[in-house]
């Protein structure tokens, strides 16, 4: 008796419960190599080498759930520039591109709130709130599929059409592993994240080997083979997070609350979600209206090696979200400026590197991915690599205007991007043709950056400006913390 009465008042100090139960950051946490939430001890007494180097497993997680599933897609355009027709890439470029818009819708009305209310709302119910997120994924998605199907009726008597038809059905399915895959960080699992990705991964190159090696491989097969591959790692993501199948136990007034909720933070996430599209994307679809489906896709298979470096910046401003947001968070906020600046600086050198690896290499890009089939438009890969350059100053802005909660800023910065390519694509392919393409994209690029640079200047000299963290919720931010936490 007397020795469990010490353990209790021992106990009770250090966790500051009296129920001899460690609480999330007490010590039988601390001591947990193992917890049963994943490979990755959490927060606790843990000495200063022992949290860095959680923290780097957890950093080293998250990249390579990004870069397992980055690399498989980028792996599967490549090889489908190398051996389609143009027609049938070009096709295959502007119906990924208008994937890529609807993922976005998703992303923001779906995802990115359920990354911020879940564990901020539901942290002892999550469960059930998971159910309640993939019927709303049903019902967001199957509005999504049904209009693109629309759509691919318009252009039927063509090869988009088709594309357009099989990426519509797909997309609920693809759309389910994204899902499942960031609600792992719900319980800061990116461990269990990264195992879905490799099983995305290695089911997508089997599937792809498989079609390739049977002379199937078209632009149907790819859209359902990236689909297939999805199931396959969505199902694994379900079982880990214990959902399984039970998305119809959700209560219609609960169902009613979740989609009311998540429209309330996404509404403020959906127009940034439809505006980078036009910064990225516009080209692609002017290409493809302008010039024809060729033409698209010889600017998506050009636009294809700048690829990595963006996805490395990607990556690298996510992890500099949460060191910002804490400066922020404690009132530090020169310091928040100061370290997003070095941040930025870092993201540039990394892009400016890989940009002098393409001017050295010359056309070494065109002969390794595509057998030299693209020889004629290597002059264009030195001004493409300045793409992710800039998208590195934009992607340092955004990282210090989410940590500061003005995400409002990131749309006007896209807004104005946007708008800039939209009236300077149609001039420009005029009269570069598939140069001005590539121009436009760079401009974009460039005016979206300096826009960025600009917003994050007004955003120190107002800091009462239009948005706060309590009108405009950052999920970003947030959403990095809890990764991180």
Known sequence: MATESTLRVITTRVTGRADGIGEHRGVSDSLRLLPR????????????????????????????????????????????????LPVQYGAFAIAFSTFFVAAGVH??????????????????????????????????????ALAGAVASLFFFRTALGPALLVMSLCLPFILLFWTTRRAHYLESNADRAATSSLLYCFALTLFIVIASKSGHLTVGTSFVSMAAASVIAGMFS?????????????????????????????????????????????????TGALLGLPAAGVLRALQNPIMPAIQVVTALALLAIPPLA??????RTNETYRRGWIYTGSMVVVAGAYELVLVATG???????????????????????????????????????????????????????????????????????????????????????????????????????????????????????????
Not at 326 to 331: P, Y
């Open 37 to 84: 939430s994943g490979l990755l001890p959490r927060s606790g007494l843990l000495p200063k080498w022992a949290r860095l180097l959680k923290w780097t497993l957890r950093a080293g997680f998250s990249i390579l759930d990004q870069g397992l599933v980055s690399a498989a897609n980028f792996g599967l355009s490549v090889l489908l520039a190398r051996l389609l």
């Open 107 to 144: 992303n923001a009305l779906l995802v990115e709130p359920m990354s911020v209310l879940g564990p901020a709302r539901y942290q002892n119910e999550l469960i059930p709130y998971m159910g309640r997120v993939f019927r709303l994924h049903i019902l967001i998605t199957c509005p999504l």
């Open 238 to 286: 379900l079982r880990s997070l214990k959902v399984g199948l039970r998305m119809g136990t959700a209560a219609k007034e609960e169902l009613k609350l979740a989609f009311r909720e998540h429209w309330s933070f996404g509404k403020w996430i959906v127009p940034s979600a439809l505006l980078f599209p036009l910064v990225f994307q516009v080209q692609i679809f002017a």
């Open 326 to 331: 804490r400066n922020f968070g404690e009132g």
């Open 363 to 485: 056309g070494l890009w065109d002969s390794l991915f595509y057998k030299s089939r693209y020889v004629e438009w290597e002059f264009l890969m030195p001004l493409l690599g300045l793409v992710p350059v800039a998208s590195a100053v934009t992607a340092g802005c955004s990282v210090i205007l989410r940590a500061i909660q003005r995400p409002g800023l990131i749309t006007a910065a896209n807004l104005v991007g946007g708008i800039f390519g939209i009236a300077s694509i149609y001039p420009l392919i005029e009269k570069w043709n598939l140069g001005g393409a590539a121009y436009g994209l760079l401009a974009s690029q460039v005016v979206t950056a300096l826009a960025s640079v600009g917003l994050v200047f007004f955003a120190k000299w107002n800091p009462s400006g239009l948005e706060s963290a309590r009108t405009f919720p950052d999920p970003a931010a947030s959403i990095a913390c809890t990764e991180s936490s």
